[in-house]
């Protein structure tokens, strides 16, 4: 049974930098892509960055610029460097995974990412 494996979250200054990483603690095959949603209290869920199988990225409006997402496809493990970070980037993280075939998602549980002075 696939679970994914979120860790980097923490509480941050801003302006500092976090790490996220998230792995699959079993196999997964067919990956169409690999990225990082967050949600804030009171907001709706919202890409943060995603990439492709074939390696094609995309990125929220916020995250452009600051953030930088890659993937290791032998591992399938993806991870997200996030600089300059701002308050307003606090928010539960959640990895996603989603495969092609059958066409579901897959969901780590979420780590926790604070920035404040």
């Known amino acids: 049974q696939v679970q994914l494996v979120e860790s980097g979250g923490g509480l941050v200054q801003p302006g500092g930098s976090l790490r996220l990483s998230c792995a699959p603690s079993g196999s997964i095959n067919r990956i169409a892509s690999m990225g990082w949603y967050r949600q804030a209290p009171g907001r709706q869920r919202e890409l943060v960055a995603s990439v492709t199988s074939g390696g094609n990225t995309n990125y929220g409006d916020s995250a452009k610029g600051r953030f930088t997402i890659s993937r290791d496809n032998a591992k399938n493990t993806v991870y997200l460097q996030m600089n300059s970070l701002r308050p307003e980037d606090t928010a539960l993280y959640y990895c996603?995974?989603?495969?092609?075939?059958?066409?579901?998602?897959?969901w780590g549980q979420g780590t926790q990412v604070t920035v404040s002075s």
């Open positions: 996603n995974v989603r495969i092609i075939y059958p066409l579901v998602d897959y």
